[in-house]
């Protein structure tokens, strides 16, 4: 991913005396990939999601945000050039300090902002953290996107349109149009059946890394789907 920055999209860029006015015991933690996503979509575009997620959820709420986890578990797109993956075991290490030290901070809540899919661990250090007190949580889920998909009127379904379809494609095309190159028009690719993906990979169900019907994006679509999960989060929060 190239570009500007400063823009605050990517990096939260306040001072100490901006979190000590704040105060706020709400932080949000957003988690990407760096993985293949087609020849039109960029590598950190799970990552550039999930702060667009964040940064739309923080102009409507008082809320800490924090910087991104850019790399996590995209084991299953190995076989593109460009794909970086850790462990489940890194990751859920790296969520569980970050979750200790802004503890230490003041947050008594932790929403972990998801971008990638495959990032199944998450859920499950959620319910391990959550055993005693209700302090963590896990955003967007399925029913989140389900509804953000509905409400921004989505021509694919969740099935058809996995990866760098039309979902993701419209919220980069609202949001950060000069990240998307030409091309997605004309790269649609379906398989709904990808039942043994987790043992073969996205290489065993398509040769361009798109799996979805990135011709029916829209930068329409892009902003209506983060009105969706803002309309959401209000409900988590």
Known sequence: MTGDLSDGTFLPLGTTVDERESASPVALLPIGSFEQHGAHLPLATDTVIACTIVRAVAEKHRVRRLPPITISCSHEHAAWPGTVSISATTLAAVVRDIGDSVRRAGVTKL???NGHGGNYVLGNIVQEATVDEPWMALFPGEAEWSAARDAAGLGSSMVADMHAGELETSILLHAHPHLVRPGYATGDHRADDRRH??????????????IGLPSLASAEKGRALLAGLVESFAELL
């Open 111 to 113: 929403v972990l902002v």
């Open 197 to 210: 993906l987790l043992t073969r990979g996205m290489q065993a169900y398509t040769t361009s890394g798109v």
